[in-house]
């Protein structure tokens, strides 16, 4: 298993699964359609046949001798109302997946209030939010007369690709023939010879050694998060919470009006909903430090040879650390401190350093981990995850998926994730928070949306 993979598993707890959640409102769809679908199109990844096993020193993905599809689909017919439903996820967030078994679950509630209800249970483990979101964009099609086209995965085997592109980059940089076509050991003269380049890339690599330093450092003293209600140690138990959806447009209005992306603007509105849940006030507040831990895709940023391919499970993600400006007295300041952190990060290495950091975890002994979890986790006070989905309505086996909401683990001593999903011109927000953190994660919501309503719409 790849470090980045088995990482999710040193973070595993009782009390703090390491999965990620989706929910799906779909009209009309029925235990039969769902088996079958899940059958023919979700098992074509044949990871999903295959559970993570612990051989020291490291974690390995082995097919499960007894895999059944029935002991991962569970049909509920409650007839849920949205307050029943909502205590219903709760329970299943808190419920960590069996380890003798492939760590993924579906759950459908086809009776639910408001349209049938599908829930899947995923181990970080086995993907990113990007890695489940390219699944279920080849696995449902715009038109419910289509089926999907390209699916599925072989489940290949974990190190070797990473070791040989590995071995090919230091020989690029190192090997070949650095001598004469006569055999000799005199190196060759001229500008452009094989001496010359080498000399550029020990010149680069010189550079690129010092950036790589000097952001590692940068990182590593990024400040801690101001003691908060925010810290509290943890109880272990979760609440999850949705919005309603709200038009897309209306946060790429703002954004238009104010020259920021939309990520700028959601971001803007978890600091407002933040800021009143720290429980500090006057010049304590003024000097608070605290950051969201944001996921960003590294999929572009990897050597070609190192790359995904389209529909590969895995995670591709690095972390960086957004400075929140939980003391920001207007809707509009807030905003402008978001824009100018966030043009800072994306010039940085932090997503590349953070993801190799934590892809360490699994490779080094026990006693180091905590320490090493320790420089992520000490850093934030939530996980904030943006995932963006089709702008078009979709379909599962045939049935129109209404409304896709999710809910992402948070790892160490943070209690407080924010999701945040576009689908179909409509965009939710999602919160999951400990009940020592937060004890009112509907208020949260309603304040994510109220600061949208301080800001002026663009034309």
Known sequence: MLPADSAWLALES?????????????????????REFLRVYWMAWERFR???????????????????????????????????????????????????????????????????????????????????????????????QQHPAVYGARQTGGLSPWVSAAKSHIEQLVGGDLTSETGTDEPPEGPGSQWDQAGVLLDQLARNGLKLVNEFSDFLAEPEDTPSDLKRPLLGRRHCRWSEPVPLERFRSVARAANVTINDVLLSCVAAAVRPRLGLSGTALDDAVMHAAVPVDIRSRLPDDLRPEPGALGNYFGTVFVPLPVDGESALERLYRIKQET????????????????????????????????????????????VPGTPEVRYIAGCRINEQMFWVPQAGNIGLGISIVS??????????????????????????????????SGS
């Open 14 to 34: 009782p009390r703090s699964p390491m999965a990620i959640t989706v929910m799906m409102r779909v009209d009309g769809l029925t235990a039969p359609r769902l």
């Open 50 to 144: 295959y559970m993570p096993v612990k051989r020291a020193p490291a974690w390995w993905w082995e097919p499960d001798p007894a895999f059944d599809l029935r002991h991962h689909l569970d049909v509920v017919l409650n007839r849920f109302t949205e307050g029943e439903l909502q205590d219903w996820v709760s329970a299943r967030v808190n419920q960590p997946l069996p380890f003798y078994r492939p760590l993924w679950k579906f759950w459908l509630a086809p009776n639910a209030e408001g349209g049938a209800v599908l829930l899947l249970r995923l181990h970080h483990c086995y993907a990113d939010g990007v890695s489940l979101t390219g699944i279920f964009d080849r696995l449902c099609p715009e038109s419910p």
């Open 343 to 386: 043009r800072r990060l994306k010039k940085s290495w932090q997503p590349g350093i953070a993801w190799s950091l934590s892809a360490c975890s699994t490779l080094v002994p026990e006693p180091l981990r905590q320490p090493l979890s320790d420089i992520f986790y000490r850093k934030a006070s939530a996980v904030v995850s943006n």
């Open 423 to 456: 689908y179909a011109g409509q965009v939710q927000f999602g919160v999951v928070a400990d009940e020592a953190i937060l004890a009112d994660p509907e208020d949260f919501l309603q304040d994510c949306l109220q600061e949208l309503s301080q800001f002026p």
